[in-house]
């Protein structure tokens, strides 16, 4: 089992740039694929990005591509979401999550854990 706990989010100006991160606590953290995934009010959980078991590969939502940049640590159990050039669209709660399977890892679906989220607000 992977527990997941998100920290870094706030308030931040339209260009501005925060970096979330994940900890994770478990055995399993370096056999998962990490994903940060990300819900507006009143719309679906979103995909953002995601990152395969050695880091080796990166996966992104063309809405973040080329401003948002996934990373981990797997010696520390971290990952993080380094973000820039943020926009008010981005406003939302961010979650990270673990992924066991070998899929796309692009779908809420192939995910079996969640943290409980990480409010990041982008003003305009």
């Known amino acids: 089992q992977v527990q997941l706990v998100e920290s870094g989010g706030g308030l931040v100006q339209a260009g501005g740039s925060l970096r979330l991160s994940c900890a994770a606590s478990?055995?399993?953290?370096?056999?998962?694929?990490m994903g940060w995934f990300r819900q507006a009010p009143g719309k679906e959980r979103d995909f953002v990005a995601a990152?395969?078991?050695?880091?080796?590969?990166?996966y992104y939502a063309d809405s973040v591509k080329g401003r948002f940049t996934i990373s981990r640590d797997n010696a520390k159990n971290m990952v993080y979401l380094e973000m820039n050039s943020l926009i008010p669209e981005d406003t939302a709660v961010y979650y990270c999550?673990?992924?066991?399977?070998?899929?796309?890892?692009?779908?809420?679906?192939?995910?079996?854990?969640w943290g409980q989220g990480t409010q990041v607000t982008v003003s305009s």
């Open positions: 478990g055995r399993t953290f370096s056999s998962s694929a």
């Open positions: 999550a673990a992924d066991k399977s070998y899929g796309r890892h692009r779908y809420v679906s192939e995910y079996d854990y």
């Open positions: 990152i395969t078991r050695s880091g080796g590969m990166t």
